[in-house]
């Protein structure tokens, strides 16, 4: 069973930068492909990022490509988004995602086929000046 924690969430301004993290536990990173889903208050849970287990390929929703990265570091067990130029339509509740896959190009196909098994409680995130 896998167990994921979020955290790095809060209160910023439109423009700023904030860092989210994800810990793993229960099984190797290695093993897992990871990503990050966002709900906004009264819309449905999106998916925004993808990256396969062993970091290559990561992938991202037109809404956030160019300002956000997703990362993982399969040592200390951690997945990352470091998200820039926070705007008021980035505010949602934020959540990691983990599948168990090997495949290098689970992340390459469009958003509708990233599938995760596994989810943490989520961290929030309000953009707003």
């Known amino acids: 069973q896998v167990q994921l924690v979020e955290s790095g969430g809060g209160s910023v301004q439109p423009g700023d930068s904030l860092r989210l993290s994800c810990a793993a536990s229960g099984s190797a990173l290695g093993d897992l492909a990871m990503g990050w889903f966002r709900q906004a208050p009264g819309k449905a849970r999106e998916v925004i990022a993808c990256?396969?287990?062993?970091?290559?390929?990561?992938n991202y929703a037109d809404a956030v490509k160019g300002r956000f990265s997703i990362s993982k570091d399969n040592v200390q067990n951690m997945a990352y988004l470091q998200m820039r130029n926070l705007t008021a339509e980035d505010t949602a509740d934020y959540y990691c995602?983990?599948?168990?896959?090997?495949?290098?190009?689970?992340?390459?196909?469009?958003?509708?086929?990233?599938?995760?098994?596994?989810w943490g409680q989520g961290t929030q995130v309000t953009v707003s000046s």
């Open positions: 990256i396969s287990s062993s970091g290559l390929m990561p």
């Open positions: 995602g983990a599948v168990f896959s090997a495949a290098d190009f689970y992340c390459a196909g469009t958003r509708s086929t990233w599938r995760f098994d596994y």
